[in-house]
């Protein structure tokens, strides 16, 4: 009688999944709200900017519909995939091979170069559209200065909660996001706050022996040097936030 009772005190993994969800919903609501006056109405008339020009977008005759990952449960989407592969333009470079690190999200292409005999190795990220990328920056500067991370959680409970936090506040913040749009905000979410931020596809690839970076900030991402295979190559990370780099 004592172990029912313990377990209908506890509760139905259901019912802590909700009450997990309505902590966070407001810890979200209690971050908008912690906002000084002023920042928060600036903030404000830039997500009003952000959310005309994305659903004008999403309504306009621009957009190139195409299948999208099962991830997000839409069919087709004006936005396209969540990472698009992006084609290879210089005629110098033979595509060798490619391959998924994170489903759907990051990829690891291998190239040859014909002129310079040289292999690079190129990270593959989701590349976000404007709004998108306004959209995030905007989030991360209000979770950089209120997140509570859950130290001792696995990886898998901080992308619960950090799923939920965002949730929270696009709902605070009255922005509304297609599936994909908030697969790949998402996705730059967790890179930088619970995995390796800009070098995350090369740390997180089993193939890469080895790893060097020279170099700071913007300018690092043009001298990683990676060993794959026990072969020197040189990493080339295509992504939203970090320019397409070349070999030195």
């Given amino acids: 009688m004592a172990q029912s009772t313990e377990k209908n005190y506890a509760g139905t993994p259901e019912d ?3 009450k997990a969800s309505g902590r966070e919903r407001d810890e979200a609501k209690r971050m908008v709200d912690d906002m000084d006056a002023k920042k928060k109405s600036s903030t ?3 997500l009003d900017s952000i ?3 994305y659903f004008n977008r999403l309504l306009g005759d621009k957009g190139i519909k195409v299948k999208s990952p099962k991830v997000s449960s839409v069919e087709e989407t004006s936005l396209g995939k ?9 005629p110098n470079m033979n595509e060798i091979e490619i391959q998924p690190i994170l489903k759907n999200f990051s990829y690891v292409r291998i190239l040859y170069d014909t002129m310079a005999n040289e292999y690079f190795y190129e990270a593959i990220e989701p590349k976000l559209i404007e709004e998108e990328s306004e959209l995030l920056d905007v989030l991360k500067e209000i979770l ?9 959680a696995d990886r898998g409970r901080k992308e619960n909660y950090l799923r939920r936090i965002v949730d929270g ?5 009255g922005v509304e996001l297609h599936p994909v749009s908030k697969e ?3 996705y730059y979410v967790y890179r930088d706050f619970i995995r390796y931020g800009p070098i995350d596809v090369v740390m997180t690839d089993i193939q890469v022996e080895d790893v060097s970076c020279d170099g700071s900030g913007n300018s690092a991402s043009s001298s990683i040097r990676c060993r794959k295979n026990a072969s020197s190559i040189t990493c080339i990370v295509t992504s939203s936030d970090t320019a397409r780099s070349t070999s030195s």
């Fill in 16 to 18: 802590r999944d909700r």
């Fill in 44 to 46: 404000f008339a830039a």
């Fill in 184 to 186: 790949r905000v998402l």
């Fill in 51 to 53: 959310k005309k020009r």
């Fill in 169 to 173: 506040l696009l709902r605070e913040l």
């Fill in 82 to 90: 969540i990472t698009t592969i992006p084609k290879i333009v210089r």
């Fill in 144 to 152: 950089v200065e209120n997140l509570e991370m859950l130290d001792d």
